[in-house]
């Protein structure tokens, strides 16, 4: 299982290293990537299913807090079959590593993700991150062929602005990528801004991290034609 997760993230560095345009990738590729200390995240998870399995077909939303603080995630989109597998911190790299886990038991219709502002703000460049969302969809996409993939672009916010042209960059790369391999991409960050193009201070927790109910009401409504 960790082999088959390795090979895409490798897959996925390789992308980067190939695709013209794109600068040389650090040293520190995404295959360097630890993810155990998810690991009773994970757990958790399976245990749950153990008791109350998601439906197969489901809406699986995967990626870091800003996915797993989604607490109206099943309000938002009644009648949907949604399940939330968002894992506090994380990183692209560790939905590669864990797909096998918390994506592909559910055999899910759709797969939706937010994640890599993580990645950047602890210093990874946007072409990494990008290799890491190209592994989770290479992934996703052989194992779960018919499964559509929906990636939310990484959003602004007050706490992170100074990193806000790594952040475009990613987002310029993965919305490319997405158009090209037949993927959704969501762009948020661009309704999280207010007339300033600054992010909107009133969406936010007092962290000027994490957003609130009117930041995921953004989300909601930019995400709605695509959840089904």
């Known amino acids: 299982m960790r082999r088959n ?7 996925g560095f390789l992308v980067v ?18 993810s155990r200390k998810w690991e009773k995240d994970i757990a958790a998870f399976e245990a749950s299913d153990r008791t109350n399995p ?19 995630l099943k309000t938002d989109f009644p009648g949907l079959p949604v399940v939330n597998r968002g894992f506090g911190g994380s990183e692209l790299a560790d939905s590669v590593h864990f797909a096998d886990r918390i994506i592909f038991p559910y055999e899910p219709r759709e797969v939706i993700v937010y994640a890599g502002a993580n990645d950047l703000a602890n210093g990874k460049s946007p072409q990494i991150v ?19 993939v929906v990636l939310i672009a990484t959003a ?3 706490s992170r602005w100074a990193n806000v042209e790594n952040m475009r960059k990613f987002n310029s790369l993965a919305q490319d990528y ?19 193009g600054q992010p ?26 695509y959840v089904r």
């Open 54 to 72: 998601p439906p197969k077909g489901c809406i699986v939303f995967v990626g870091s807090s800003s996915i797993r603080f989604w607490s109206s």
């Open 178 to 196: 997405c158009q090209q391999h037949g993927a959704i991409f969501v762009d948020v960050f661009s309704l999280m801004l207010g007339p300033d």
């Open 17 to 34: 290293c190939v695709s013209p345009g794109l600068a040389q990738v650090p040293t520190n590729s995404v295959a360097q990537r630890d």
């Open 200 to 225: 909107k201070p009133d969406i936010f927790r007092d962290d000027r991290l994490h957003m609130n109910a009117k930041g995921y009401a953004i989300w909601k409504e930019a995400l709605a034609p």
């Open 156 to 158: 602004p916010n007050p």
């Open 130 to 148: 990008f290799g890491d969302f190209v592994a989770l969809f290479r992934s996703i996409h052989e194992r779960l062929p018919n499964a559509r």
């Open 5 to 11: 997760a390795l090979r895409f993230v490798l897959l």
